[in-house]
């Protein structure tokens, strides 16, 4: 986790415990949504797939988990 820091002014206690509230309600939400999503599946995930060795059946191997 990356701490928070002030870099101008002189904000109160109140004004620091407003923003944590806000950062901290927002990483929770965003951790609902992730974690109601489901793990991520071949078709949903986001990171590049590597390519099938060439041959007559790499299409047969092209989604087996890697």
Known sequence: M???QVLHGQP?????ATVL???QARAAAGARQASASGPAT????RTPRPVPAPGPHAWRT???PR
Request: cysteine-free; overall charge negative; charged content about 10%.
């Open 2 to 4: 990356t701490p928070i």
């Open 62 to 64: 092209s989604l087996w």
């Open 21 to 23: 509230a806000v950062v």
């Open 12 to 16: 109160t206690p109140e004004e620091l």
């Open 42 to 45: 071949a078709w949903t995930s």
